[in-house]
């Protein structure tokens, strides 16, 4: 039987799944949202429209093992359980498909440290984990790896994730990311951007602790 608490965090991750669609970074229902929960996480069905997704349809899953049979999580459970695994800080991982970051995802780069918020990613670049087919085992390691010392990356050919302490966080970060994303876009159509050293953006980087919405 679901408590209080859980019925919130289902209806939280809903409410983010349609908070994605409207500030245009995902369309229709390719992209998902997990949620760590006691043993396990909550997690996104497959290919059930947002607008008439109800709490009871998030899907449960333990952190080990795979998902069981009555419910079907989304495709990509495994690289959201694996990055909770990997993870311990991080509560929330949210999967989009903005179209500016996964402009750049198909073309293989990585985003460069040409602006400041960059930091907010946790690096001096947001890397582009190579190819692997969709919900796939090697999918995952990619994926992990692209975010050691991360909390965003792209997929090649894909999209982007976004991982967070909280939803909140997490959200705001996928929206942070597809602005970079489109700024890079931008400077690419004029030039070689320059871009910010290490030294100050690991500076940023600590100034800016804890920046960004309240976690909840």
Known sequence: MSTTNDRAKRQSIIDACRQMNQVGINQGTSGNISLRHQDGMLITPTSTPYDAMKPAQIVFMKLEGSPGTKQRPSSEWRFHRDILKARPEVNAVVHVHPPFATMLAIMGREIPSLHYMIACAGGDTIRCAPYATFGTEELSRHAVAALENRFA?????????????SLSKAMWLAVEVETLARQYHGCLQIGTPPLLSKAEIENVRTRMAGYGPPDK
Do not use: K, N
Request: aromatic letters at 0%; charged letters at 0%.
């Open 153 to 165: 990356c792209l997929l090649a050919h894909h999209g982007m994730i976004a991982i967070g302490p």
